[in-house]
């Protein structure tokens, strides 16, 4: 079987932040403003009032302390509580396209890869930005590269859905190289105004570049040694925007037209899921987990994260051997194992084995083990 390799990694991160503390105090202005517009039919029982949030509670729930966002004024004004990101030109390059080709410069460059070096692109996010063209096609035309590009949707797991695609497309020879790439702008899709689920998002891009051992050269280069794709039909995580809404016009602006989750239900189903995934996919491929030098999981809650590595290594893991990024990053949906592999893999040496993990919508699940060799 042809090898594969990750030979680079690109992260673009935006400007603008928002700590748990700015969070909650928009959050609880916005609570206070609702009860105080609402006191006569809460009064009466028609309404029910709103709880206010704490950064506490946030941290205990999540790990999360801050995220990173597109547009953080209109986000934390009790008023509007929704990032506010202009339409752009057809003349100009989209917002969503723009961040993932930032992404995929610095996977190329640190791959040493232009763009003649390169024959697809795939862009594997929760959300596109329109029906078409493609995003990825449009992201393949500003970086200059031939050959062909496109869309896929798998949620928080398109990231390693999009390696496995991208590995047996380069296998079979229709690429030398390809990206996937990553655009999440989550702040768009997140309902600010709901007390269980507001702080749980940010914004982000990531990208890999893979391609065959024999044409790599950068200095860090990680074998996928096997990959292994599971989904599972289920309306715990669910989001009912889309074009068909027009249709439905009593619809519009329902809170199930943005992210919605039953977070215990989706915590009971996927933890034990995502553990055997990975359990039995090391298993059918000969590998101990013990053996694991990394897990990069899918950085959605921390105690998701924690309960998975201690099944997977059969104790606590060390905080290098399962890095969390979420205090810093937030869930950036499918991006968020791809930050944690970037940031945190050039420590390990050649023969070190590592876990690339993510899960969620769908469910989905996807399991990419890699070896380093340079």
Known sequence: MTRIVISGTGLFTPAEKIT????????????????????????????????????????????????YVMEKAHTLDPEVMCPRIPERPNEQISVLAEIGVDAARKAMAQAGKKAEDIDGVLCAASNMQRAYPAMAIEIQDALGIEGFAFDMNVACSSATFGIQ???????????????????????????????????????????VLLERPETAHSANQWEILSTRLLTQFSNNIRNNFGFLNRCAPEGTGAPDKL?????????????????ELILTHLSDEGQDPKALKRLWLHQANINMNDFIARKVLERDPEPQEAPNILHEYANTSSAGSIIAFHQYNEDLKAGDLGLICSFGAGYSAGSVIVRRII
């Open 259 to 275: 992210f919605v989750q039953e977070g215990r239900k989706v915590f009971k189903d996927v933890v034990p899921m995502v553990s």
């Open 165 to 207: 695609a991208a590995a047996d497309m380069i296998r079979a020879g229709h690429a030398r190289a390809m990206l996937v790439v990553n655009p999440e702008i989550c702040s768009g899709h997140l309902n600010w105004r709901d007390r269980d689920s507001h702080f749980i998002f940010g914004d982000v891009a990531t990208a």
């Open 20 to 67: 748990n503390d700015e969070l909650v105090e928009s959050f609880n202005a916005y609570v206070r403003l609702h009860n105080s517009r609402n006191a006569d039919a809460i009064s009466a029982g028609d309404v029910q009032p709103l709880q206010e949030s704490s950064a506490e509670f946030i941290v205990k729930a999540s790990g999360i302390k801050q995220r």
